[in-house]
């Protein structure tokens, strides 16, 4: 199975601008979650979907936004950017097993975010 | 709210010597899971191992393995025989055992094999 894809990789955006980042989960895995890393405030979690429904949001501002199609392929979108979401943002994808239940996320490459 | 507490910024270790990376946790829950992921440079989170809370017994993976003390929220890793290729940071994940896939980091901590 293909992993978890994330487009684009490489990311270059000037403050006040807006930005889409995209994320292909493992084939039947319907949670996706994503988490913005930084040098500083290390691993955090934005927020996850399920079913195409946002079921948690990490303490990030309003700007920050995502959404899950049908196909469970996730899009978070960051507006006005600031020079503080310069960073790493990962996506994970979840298997949904028996009981609704689910252990593992497995993560995406990322994608690099830098805002000048 | 649940954190996770990884003490070590930096270990290192010789080239086929066995480390132990430390991690602490507080939570009030009883069902959750506990994970160590390893990022290396290419910066790809890849996961080592896992653990329910639920089950005595340790995870074990090959050359890793956890030694798990719930009653002490602890939750180390132990790599023996380690590898040029282990070089990288490691973070140590909490989740809750329901109603959400929201993992909890540590700070990381990075290794270093030295040959």
């Known amino acids: 199975k293909a992993g978890v894809t994330q487009t684009p990789r490489y990311l270059i955006k000037t403050r006040g601008q807006q930005v889409t980042l995209s994320c292909s989960p493992i084939?039947?895995?319907?949670?996706v979650s994503w988490y913005q890393q930084t040098p500083g405030q290390g691993l955090q979690f934005l927020f996850e979907?399920?079913?195409?429904?946002?079921?948690n949001k990490g303490n990030f501002p309003g700007r920050f936004s995502g959404r899950q199609f049908s196909n469970s392929r996730s899009e978070m979108n960051v507006s006005t950017l600031e020079l503080g979401d310069s960073a790493l943002y990962l996506c994970a994808s979840s298997p949904i097993l028996a009981g609704g239940r689910s252990e593992t996320q497995y993560f995406g490459p990322g994608t690099r975010l830098l805002v000048l | 709210a649940q954190t996770v507490t990884q003490s070590q910024p930096e270990m290192s270790v010789q080239e086929a010597e066995t480390v132990t990376l430390s991690c602490t946790y507080d939570t009030s829950e009883s069902d959750y899971y506990l994970f160590w992921y390893k990022q290396p440079p290419s910066r790809q989170m890849i996961l080592v191992i896992r653990q329910e809370a639920y089950k005595q017994q340790n995870a074990t993976e090959n050359r890793f393995s956890v030694n798990f003390q719930k009653a002490a929220k602890s939750f180390s890793l132990k790599i023996s025989d380690s590898q040029l290729g282990d070089a990288a940071m490691y973070f140590c994940a909490y989740r809750r055992g329901s109603g959400t896939y929201k993992y909890i980091f540590g700070t990381g901590t990075r290794l270093k094999v030295l040959a």
């Open positions: 979907y399920f079913s195409e429904t946002q079921r």
């Open positions: 084939s039947g895995h319907r949670s």
